[in-house]
């Protein structure tokens, strides 16, 4: 007849292994989850094992499963950057910045960015490329929703990480109509407030508009 404590045991040591199989069950599923992410769209580690979680796998099981995925986070950085630079602009610095909040390593984002841009590690990217590089992809994709003058467009992109010559050439390489921009913007004023003349023409010019263009726009919203 077994002893009572031996059945204990038994019962303990199959408690223990059928948590180990399931533990490397939730493993193998977590890996091909992580698989199918990777196959359309590229994640950092840290990233991939939060979609997982957000999938409902468990930390431990999560991180067992991307670890089994054998992937190079550097290559996904790179993947990660173009994907980036094929929906927006970025300047070098504002692109590392990105992948970083992405959950990649600082040495991982930098490689990513760097290549994306063609650029060498440790050199600035290269903005003389026609439409005037990726400063002025940033410029045209502010311009689509909101109304700029032309130093507070340079002084924008200067936020975003560009250098003053970036922002400046993706500036100059656009066509754009400053005395409308200034229309567009004392509009956007006087939907949102009440100004005297003069105030919306103090206000346009602090917004980095000439004084002939911040006339004119007051002129044409007053009509």
Do not use: C
Request: proline letters at 2%.
């Amino acid at each position: 007849m077994p002893h009572r404590t031996n059945r204990r045991y038994l019962a303990l040591i199959m408690l223990l292994l059928s948590a180990t199989a399931m533990a490397q069950f939730g493993a193998e599923s977590a890996r091909r989850t992580a698989e199918n992410y990777l196959s359309f769209m590229a994640f950092s580690r840290q990233g991939l094992i939060e979609q997982l979680m957000f999938e409902g796998y468990a930390q431990d099981v999560a991180t067992l499963g991307v670890d089994a995925t054998d992937t190079d986070w550097f290559d996904q950085a790179a993947r990660s950057a173009e994907q980036y630079l094929d929906m927006t602009g970025f300047s070098l610095t504002g692109l590392i910045d990105q992948l970083t909040f992405e959950g990649f390593t600082p040495d991982e984002a930098r490689y990513g960015a760097q290549l994306a841009y063609g650029a060498d590690v440790g050199l600035p990217p290269d903005v003389d490329v026609g439409d005037g590089g990726q400063a002025a992809r940033s410029a045209r994709a502010y311009l689509e929703f909101a109304a700029f003058s032309r130093q507070g467009l340079i002084d924008q992109l200067l936020y975003e990480g560009y250098t003053e010559a970036e922002a400046t050439a993706g500036v100059e390489a656009l066509d754009v109509d400053w005395n409308a921009q200034a229309v567009k913007s004392a509009r956007a004023y006087l939907a949102v407030t009440s100004f005297s003349r003069q105030g919306l023409i103090d206000q346009l010019m602090f917004e980095g508009f000439t004084r002939a263009q911040a006339t004119h726009g007051v002129n044409e919203v007053a009509r």
